[in-house]
């Protein structure tokens, strides 16, 4: 590293995002519609009604380019945003690599990654048309944590359900939910169908992000004072997350760079677009060659080895059919540590851009993804998230390729998140005790094969 190189790329809170980038207007070809399971019609906003406030419906359907960030939103993302770009000068020097590294750092957010981003937002839209009663899943805990903290700052009761092996390997990710006033409940529970219909057939059930949705779900959808929140893969979502590329933007432009690739793990989708949709802009524009690669785990590779199909986005069958790479809604991902990641399917606007070949994909083992994430520990002085650990492989990846190749590549990646709630998972690969689980495309779910 050369003396006086810039490391950190901070913008004032005066250069927060203004508005949404909303990518469905810059789209070749329009994304397919949700599908009523019964009828295999377009459903329409009413059958959405029952489960989300009207604007976040009407989010969810639009085609228009920008949408303004009320306020109250942009006042509550003050609290971490603009978050910092980092140059990973150290990760360069110890990979003795002509790449440039940069990192967007969300794990600066009270809860510890980017999920923040659309808590608020939702908590915001929520409480405007006066919701007060707010029921959402949580795998790893993040998303659970980022909607106790937005439910908290509107004053919205909130409840997680929580799949049962991060609820019992992330006690602390527990007691954040709770201290911010959330109920936690591990799922498969008792106090649902779903959940019931779940354990009779495998009462040692560890539980998955599609059996946790279908809970949360039912209880939004049974229950009159109460509306259901999702953390990732529906459109407005990904659309709240681009502040995330829009800030990195700015900041590529301080440090006098433009990424070759943009780079985000991939569980639903919704950081790696946060990342990848504003920089996508120009290339769907065809003014960029801008590489755009989400990362996923080998034992849950929804994009690079699932069906571009119509499927239900919870486990049990009780949503829309929605037109994404998946697994099938009936695939019970294996317990590894990014919990975050273990996710059937993939947002539809990440498979749509996929499939019209405007974004890579690539599946890592938990291992070499443990390996990277210290690596990175060392060089840069964070613990990332076992997530975000894809993400920072891919992007070694890149930059030893860059260097075999003799070329100066820019990389960009987004590190979702930190894993201070994660040190379980890292005793264990530091002990030797992790495996890499294939993926099968059959049900497979048991805690030994993680152990
Ligand atoms: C730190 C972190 N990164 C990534 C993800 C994956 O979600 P998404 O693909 O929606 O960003 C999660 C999900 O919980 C997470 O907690």
Same mark, same amino acid.
């Given at each position: 590293?050369?003396?006086?190189?810039?490391?950190?790329?901070?913008?004032?809170?005066?250069?927060?995002?203004?508005?949404?980038?909303?990518?469905?207007?810059?789209?070749? /070809?329009?994304?397919?519609?949700?599908?009523?399971?019964?009828?295999?019609?377009?459903?329409?906003?009413?059958?959405?009604?029952?489960?989300?406030?009207?604007?976040?419906?009407?989010?969810?359907? &639009?085609?228009?380019?920008?949408?303004?960030?009320?306020?109250?939103?942009?006042?509550?993302?003050?609290?971490?945003?603009?978050?910092?770009?980092?140059?990973?000068?150290?990760?360069?020097?110890?990979?003795?690599?002509?790449?440039?590294?940069?990192?967007?750092?969300?794990?600066?957010?009270?809860?510890?990654?980017?999920?923040?981003?659309?808590?608020?937002?939702?908590?915001?839209? $929520?409480?405007?048309?006066?919701?007060?009663?707010?029921?959402?899943?949580?795998?790893?805990?993040?998303?659970?944590?980022?909607?106790? +903290?937005?439910?908290?700052?509107?004053?919205?009761?909130?409840?997680?359900?929580?799949?049962?092996? &991060?609820?019992?390997?992330?006690?602390?990710?527990?007691?954040?939910?709770?201290?911010?006033?959330?109920?936690?409940?591990?799922?498969?529970?008792?106090?649902?169908?779903?959940?019931?219909?779940?354990?009779?057939?495998?009462?040692?059930?560890?539980?998955?992000?599609?059996?946790?949705?279908?809970?949360?779900?039912?209880?939004?959808?049974?229950?009159?004072?109460?509306?259901?929140?999702?953390?990732?893969?529906?459109?407005?979502?990904?659309?709240?997350?681009?502040?995330?590329?829009?800030?990195?933007?700015?900041?590529?432009?301080?440090?006098?760079?433009?990424?070759?690739?943009?780079?985000?793990?991939?569980?639903?989708?919704?950081?790696?677009?946060?990342?990848?949709?504003?920089?996508?802009?120009?290339?769907?524009?065809?003014?960029?060659?801008?590489?755009?690669?989400?990362?996923?785990?080998?034992?849950?590779?929804? @994009?690079?080895?699932?069906?571009?199909?119509?499927?239900?986005?919870?486990?049990?069958?009780?949503?829309?059919?929605?037109?994404?790479?998946? @697994?099938?809604?009936?695939?019970?991902?294996?317990?590894?540590?990014?919990?975050?990641?273990?996710?059937?399917?993939?947002?539809?606007?990440?498979?749509?851009?996929?499939? @019209?070949?405007?974004?890579?994909?690539?599946?890592?083992?938990? $291992?070499?993804?443990?390996?990277?994430?210290?690596?990175?520990?060392?060089?840069?002085?964070?613990?990332?998230?076992?997530?975000? &650990?894809?993400?920072?492989?891919?992007?070694?990846?890149?930059?030893?390729?860059?260097?075999?190749?003799? /070329?100066?590549?820019?990389?960009?990646? $987004? +590190? &979702?998140?930190?894993?201070?709630?994660?040190?379980?998972?890292?005793?264990?690969?530091?002990?030797?005790? @992790?495996?890499?689980?294939?993926? /099968?495309?059959?049900?497979?779910?048991?805690?030994?094969?993680?152990?």
């Amino acid at each position: 590293m050369s003396p006086g190189q810039q490391r950190r790329f901070v913008l004032p809170e005066s250069e927060l995002p203004t508005h949404f980038y909303n990518i469905a207007a810059d789209l070749p /070809e329009p994304l397919p519609p949700p599908l009523h399971p019964a009828t295999r019609e377009p459903i329409g906003p009413e059958a959405l009604a029952p489960l989300f406030p009207m604007e976040l419906i009407r989010q969810e359907v &639009s085609t228009e380019r920008v949408i303004p960030i009320p306020e109250p939103v942009r006042e509550a993302y003050r609290i971490y945003r603009p978050s910092p770009l980092i140059r990973a000068l150290g990760l360069e020097q110890s990979l003795d690599t002509p790449a440039r590294i940069y990192y967007k750092n969300e794990s600066v957010s009270p809860a510890g990654s980017h999920k923040p981003n659309t808590a608020i937002a939702q908590a915001f839209y $929520n409480q405007a048309e006066g919701v007060t009663r707010l029921v959402t899943e949580t795998g790893a805990g993040q998303w659970g944590s980022a909607l106790a +903290l937005a439910g908290a700052l509107f004053g919205i009761e909130t409840k997680v359900f929580m799949v049962r092996v &991060s609820y019992e390997q992330k006690p602390y990710r527990r007691s954040f939910i709770q201290t911010m006033g959330a109920t936690v409940v591990p799922s498969p529970s008792r106090e649902t169908n779903a959940g019931r219909q779940v354990l009779a057939a495998d009462p040692d059930s560890t539980g998955s992000l599609g059996i946790a949705i279908s809970e949360a779900v039912e209880e939004a959808a049974t229950r009159e004072d109460t509306k259901y929140s999702i953390g990732s893969a529906l459109n407005h979502v990904l659309l709240h997350q681009t502040v995330i590329g829009q800030e990195a933007i700015k900041q590529m432009e301080m440090a006098g760079d433009a990424p070759d690739v943009v780079i985000g793990c991939a569980g639903g989708g919704s950081n790696f677009s946060g990342i990848a949709f504003p920089f996508l802009r120009d290339r769907l524009a065809g003014n960029s060659q801008t590489r755009f690669l989400a990362v996923e785990p080998a034992s849950c590779p929804s @994009l690079t080895r699932g069906e571009y199909r119509y499927d239900f986005g919870d486990a049990v069958g009780m949503t829309p059919l929605l037109k994404m790479h998946t @697994l099938g809604h009936e695939f019970r991902p294996a317990p590894i540590h990014a919990g975050g990641l273990r996710y059937h399917g993939m947002a539809p606007l990440v498979s749509h851009l996929y499939e @019209l070949g405007f974004i890579e994909a690539r599946a890592y083992g938990q $291992n070499t993804c443990f390996e990277a994430a210290i690596r990175f520990a060392r060089t840069e002085g964070l613990i990332p998230a076992p997530e975000s &650990s894809h993400a920072i492989r891919a992007a070694i990846d890149e930059a030893l390729d860059a260097r075999e190749a003799g /070329e100066s590549r820019v990389i960009l990646f $987004n +590190l &979702s998140g930190h894993g201070y709630f994660d040190m379980a998972a890292y005793d264990q690969y530091l002990a030797g005790g @992790l495996t890499d689980v294939e993926y /099968e495309p059959v049900a497979m779910a048991t805690a030994e094969a993680v152990a």
